[in-house]
């Protein structure tokens, strides 16, 4: 029997996941660490710890398994977008990656647009410059930290980081490097054009892989250490929205899913790549060889459940914190929620925007700005919907996963607001599995993409919508796009400051 282990770098932790050559998920492992805010709207974790965590988790997975080294065939890699890992020429980590979610660089979109307007950067990247994206992060090192820049000789995102520590090697897939804004997304490979103007050389970049490519396999000491065979392939991998597609069987043209985890996406497969000229969605090469994707992001949809239970409502208990969710109606008597705490991606591409609870009464208590949160994050689904509709993107089928779909309540608010029966798969690991399926492509365990989810992915629930929640949602969805557009100019006050 060959096994197979899929690792997630996550933004709360890495995930591991070991499944077997039918897709059986045998051991799971995960490894928490922090992530650090020194100002308002930044965002950094420590690429070291990112590298503790994942050997962790791996020596865990290999000594519970039991299993003889050369039985575990290859390792998928997937993880968080666009964090920026800078490495010196001994390939020594530089400083604290800013990741994903970090809002720092509204200077460096401005200079990327005086360079080209926006209109080139779709037709290049596919979407216009964007804070949280790679290349507005290096410029900022570039601006503010040039001592550290002129050290720099490697750039990495955050799975390929770790591929450096497994295997020596530096390269990258094409649908993590999607998120960067230094790739011709049809074309799936580096710009040369982006790359010239703004003097970065393509070999800090390393090499661009499909997503089931071999990259490497483990160097012979880091072998020694995690328990493996130094023969242990080390595929590409992807990033995790696109690897979660893999783990979800989104490999087909017209399906999709949403996903709750600590931001939130709407993801649809396409056979092209079809781009919004507004850039208010996403569009990125696949994990599928000759597929694209688009999707809508709210940067904070786990997040916000996570920060409020933390800061203000002190609750430890999930089971009951659903339980206060359902004593309470929808609409949450009145109480609106913009999940703004990390600015916005769509529809609104603003790093202004900042969270609120409108209307606040003497009636309202935690339970209601637990419901409120959940549906505020729902609305933000809602966003993304209407501007895939636009495009004429539509989906025969949606599923939902994260750790947010582990909640019913909140699959159901969802489904209310999407109009659309939603269906959970039967494992909860979709990155993380997604990256594994990549690894039994790449080493021969699986035969194809779409033969081996044909054969894993099962589907264990549907989660129906209400006709009458969704008329009630309506409303409170028509009042939900008006505050933004009249907060708009406060919130550019508010950041001026």
């Known amino acids: 029997m060959n096994y197979l282990i899929g690792i997630d770098v996550g933004t709360s932790s890495t995930k591991a996941i070991l499944i077997d050559e039918n897709g059986k998920v045998m051991l799971t492992e995960s490894e928490k660490y922090p992530m650090y805010q020194p100002h308002n709207g930044w965002a950094e974790q420590k690429p070291e710890d990112w590298k503790k965590s994942a050997f962790t988790v791996i020596k865990r997975l290999v000594k519970n398994s039991k299993l003889k080294s050369s039985d575990i065939k290859a390792i998928g890699l997937t993880g968080q977008m666009h964090g920026l890992v800078m490495l010196d020429e001994n390939g020594s980590v530089l400083m604290p990656s800013i990741i994903w979610c970090d809002q720092r660089t509204e200077k460096e979109v401005d200079e990327m647009l005086d360079v080209f307007p926006k209109k080139k950067w779709i037709n290049i990247t596919a979407n216009p410059p964007l804070t949280g994206w790679t290349l507005a992060k290096i410029l900022w090192v570039r601006n503010n930290r040039p001592e550290i820049y002129e050290k720099c000789r490697h750039i990495l995102l955050p799975k390929d980081y770790i591929r450096y520590e497994l295997t020596g090697v530096f390269a990258t897939?094409?649908?993590?490097?999607?998120?960067?804004?230094?790739?011709?997304?049809?074309?799936?490979?580096?710009?040369?054009?982006?790359?010239?103007?703004?003097?970065?050389?393509?070999?800090?970049?390393?090499?661009?892989?499909?997503?089931?490519?071999?990259?490497?396999?483990?160097?012979?000491?880091?072998?020694?250490?995690?328990?493996?065979?130094?023969?242990?392939?080390?595929v590409a991998g992807a990033g995790d929205n696109a690897a979660a597609a893999v783990g979800l069987g989104v490999v087909k043209k017209n399906r999709g899913f949403i996903s709750i985890g600590t931001s939130g996406v709407v993801f649809v497969h396409t056979d092209n790549p079809i781009v919004d000229m507004g850039g208010r969605v996403h569009t990125c090469c696949h994990a599928v060889p000759g597929a694209w994707h688009v999707m809508g992001v709210t940067q904070a949809a786990g997040q916000s459940l996570k920060w409020l239970r933390k800061e203000i409502i002190s609750l430890g208990d999930y089971d009951l914190m659903n339980e206060y969710v359902e004593e309470i109606p929808v609409g949450a008597d009145k109480l609106i929620y913009l999940p703004y705490l990390m600015g916005e991606r769509t529809p609104h591409l603003d790093p202004n925007l900042r969270g609120v609870f409108f209307g606040l009464s003497g009636i309202h208590s935690k339970k209601h700005m637990l419901r409120a949160a959940m549906e505020g994050v729902a609305y933000s689904f809602r966003d993304c919907k209407e501007v895939l509709s636009q495009m004429g993107i539509n989906t025969d089928e949606m599923l939902i996963c994260g750790g947010g779909a582990k909640n019913n309540i909140w699959c159901e608010i969802v489904a209310d607001n999407y109009k659309s029966i939603l269906k959970k798969p039967e494992s909860e690991e979709g990155p993380a599995m997604g990256a594994a399926i990549l690894a039994g492509v790449g080493s021969g365990v699986f035969e194809s993409l779409e033969k081996a989810c044909e054969r894993i992915v099962k589907i264990k629930e549907e989660i129906s919508y209400n006709k009458d929640n969704a008329v009630i949602y309506d409303d409170y969805y028509k009042l939900y796009k008006k505050l933004h557009d009249d907060l708009k100019e406060d919130f550019d006050l508010l950041a001026g400051l």
Do not use: P
């Open 173 to 234: 897939d094409v649908s993590d490097a999607s998120g960067m804004q230094l790739m011709d997304i049809r074309r799936r490979d580096w710009s040369d054009e982006i790359l010239n103007r703004f003097k970065i050389d393509e070999k800090m970049l390393g090499k661009m892989h499909e997503s089931f490519e071999v990259t490497g396999s483990l160097k012979a000491d880091i072998a020694k250490e995690l328990g493996l065979s130094k023969d242990t392939l080390v």
